[in-house]
């Protein structure tokens, strides 16, 4: 409440109880002597002066308090807050002019040292080119070691890219660094380490990979995988991929027979689903496929009646055959009706 319009209203109170109190005191003017009315305004008027003080005193307390409270979020604070906002703006302002003109350089200073935003400042560097002056704000303002090594590395500053990556424990991308730097036996030590974590998580197949396209160790890459299949370790995809390694097609022949006369009872059928794919890469892969394909199918039909559909895979174009298969799952229906 303004103070000049609380001390208005209160005195028009007062004069309006005094002209109340005076028409009382003239009614009864003609009882009581002069000096008795007199002095009974008086102290009127005293009490009324009191009560006036007090709420005065109350209202200036309730000022002092609002004063306080507009500090933590009140008016006071909306003003602060609006100018800061208007401030920001400014800078907001002058960094994207000198983005628009290439400068980002002095676009980073406004980010980092007007706007306290480090990360904005470390990321206009990286987009303008300055991968060095990056890396540092992100290792020293922002302890951001991954983007820092990522800013090394595009600076082409491998060394300091392979330390950071190194306590990243990023194994494979030390492996690549070391490669780009044509250190190939720190490069090795680096991904063998990965193709170790493969198998441990029976990702062998992941494994793989790292001996075929990183370390070019094909040889090892095939006894991987077949290790995996062997000991049942995604044995399927393991299989698949050891066939597909093989570009010989003599070979991979020889393979595929010798593969399948290991092979325990309870694994043949993942063989079938894998020998699939290897009866529709090469026609001269058909006959070895398809032979092994019957002898599963004949070993196994008399517990899982549904493999005879798979007949259907390594004989696309044999309508005999085709009517053969529903011949017999026409006559084994009739039978458990029977």
């Known amino acids: 409440m303004n103070r000049q319009k609380f001390t208005d209203k209160f005195m028009a109170a007062f004069f309006i109880l005094i002209i109340i109190k005076v028409i009382g005191i003239l009614a009864q003017l003609f009882h009581k002597s002069f000096w008795s009315v007199l002095g009974t305004l008086a102290i009127f008027a005293i009490v009324a002066f009191i009560i006036f003080l007090v709420l005065l005193r109350l209202e200036d307390k309730e000022k002092t308090g609002n004063s306080s409270g507009r500090k933590g979020g009140g008016g006071s604070s909306y003003i602060e807050t609006s100018l800061f906002d208007r401030i920001r703006n400014k800078y907001e302002d002058l960094a994207q002019k000198?983005?628009?003109?290439?400068?980002?350089?002095?676009?980073?200073?406004?980010?980092?040292?007007?706007?306290?935003?480090?990360?904005?400042?470390?990321?206009?560097?990286?987009?303008?080119?300055?991968?060095?002056?990056?890396?540092?704000?992100?290792?020293?303002?922002?302890?951001?070691?991954?983007?820092a090594a990522n800013c090394y590395e595009k600076a082409k500053q491998y060394r300091k890219a392979i330390d950071l990556y190194k306590e990243l424990e990023q194994?494979?991308?030390?492996?690549?660094?070391?490669?780009?730097?044509n250190d190939t036996k720190n490069a090795n030590t680096y991904y063998q380490m990965v193709v170790d974590d493969y198998v441990s998580n029976n990702q062998l197949v992941k494994g793989s990979l790292i001996y075929r396209k990183k370390m070019e160790m094909p040889d090892?890459?095939?006894?991987?995988?077949?290790?995996?299949?062997?000991?049942?370790?995604?044995?399927?995809?393991?299989?698949?991929?050891?066939?597909?390694?093989i570009f010989d097609v003599k070979k991979l022949d020889q393979q595929i027979q010798e593969l399948y006369e290991k092979t325990p009872s309870d694994k043949k059928?993942?063989?079938?689903?894998?020998?699939?794919?290897?009866?529709?890469?090469?026609?001269?892969?058909?006959?070895?496929?398809?032979?092994?394909?019957?002898?599963?199918?004949?070993?196994?039909?008399?517990?899982?009646?549904?493999?005879v559909n798979e007949l259907k895979y390594f004989n696309p174009d044999d309508e005999v055959i085709l009517k053969d298969i529903s011949r017999y799952k026409t006559g084994r229906n009739r039978m458990f009706r029977n």
Request: aromatic fraction near 12%; include cysteine.
């Open 98 to 147: 000198y983005l628009d003109e290439k400068d980002y350089k002095k676009a980073a200073k406004v980010y980092m040292n007007l706007l306290r935003d480090n990360y904005r400042g470390a990321k206009t560097l990286e987009d303008g080119g300055f991968y060095n002056e990056a890396a540092v704000i992100y290792l020293k303002k922002l302890k951001n070691k991954s983007e």
């Open 171 to 181: 194994k494979e991308k030390v492996g690549d660094l070391y490669r780009q730097i």
């Open 220 to 245: 090892e890459a095939q006894k991987i995988l077949l290790k995996g299949w062997e000991e049942d370790r995604d044995a399927f995809n393991c299989l698949n991929n050891y066939f597909a390694n």
């Open 269 to 307: 059928i993942t063989y079938l689903e894998a020998i699939k794919y290897e009866f529709k890469k090469d026609p001269k892969l058909q006959n070895i496929t398809r032979n092994i394909a019957y002898e599963i199918i004949a070993e196994k039909v008399a517990t899982r009646s549904e493999i």
